[in-house]
């Protein structure tokens, strides 16, 4: 079953990056880093509930819908931190993907899921292990399937949320909507965290001064040959 999963996950990652999976490490039952040349992917097999609303009831005016995803804390950080370390060798990007028992696939760069943490609080504990809970709603559904009737629900009530938040008239149905701080942006999803163009801007210098220094060796080289010849 899980090794059903991965090989959809994998599937998915090379239609979005357009490169096959290079290697797979398995972090924990459930829970694996995927690797390619140009990106890093955390996967997460089965980590859905059905009851966010009823953990976070303060948060139900918000419409984020009651279904949503789980990954530990510790984890995140782990995956954030390995991605800082691959970055500085090359520019990749990193991505999370979830992945239901029914094979429905979300995806999210995992520095919105710090952002959505910090900006509404959402961690619990599962086994003592803190865990951050991201609703189905925040997440990217792999564009080749299809969104379900109560997915598009929820999304189009988000919508509808973002475009009340964003009328000028101070006697709107804002005031409906009190929860949300005045001038606060909403929080928009990516697809995944990239690398900055400040730090894909040294990783090409330092390889176009590579190939230099390598092109002066070659030079020196064949004006030895070159003497030895005469």
Known sequence: MISNLK????????????????????????????????FVSLLRYGT???????????????YFGDKAVYIELDTLKKFLS?????????P?????????EFQ??????PSFIREFKDRFGTVGKIDGR??????????????????????????????????????????SLLSFFEEEDEGEEMLSPSLYLDTTWEEKEKYFIKKIKEL???????REEIKKLRRKEV
């Not at 390995?82 to 090359?90: D, M, P, S, T, V």
């Open 7 to 38: 090989l959809l996950a994998k599937k998915v990652l090379t239609d979005i990056f357009s490169e096959r999976v290079k290697r797979t490490l398995m972090v924990n039952q459930g829970t694996y880093f995927l690797y390619g040349e140009s």
């Open 48 to 62: 859905f509930t059905s009851k966010f609303n009823e953990m976070f009831y303060l948060l139900k005016d918000k």
């Open 82 to 90: 390995k991605f800082e370390r691959i970055k500085k060798a090359r």
């Open 92 to 100: 990749v990007k990193a991505t999370v993907v979830f992945v239901s």
């Open 104 to 109: 429905d696939v979300y995806l999210v760069s």
């Open 130 to 171: 803190a865990v951050i809970y991201i609703p189905v709603s925040m997440l990217i559904k792999w564009h080749r399937q299809e969104l379900t009737e109560e997915e598009k629900r929820e999304r189009r009530m988000r919508e509808i949320i973002q475009e009340i938040n964003s009328l000028d008239d101070e006697d």
């Open 212 to 218: 230099e220094e390598g092109l002066k060796e070659l």
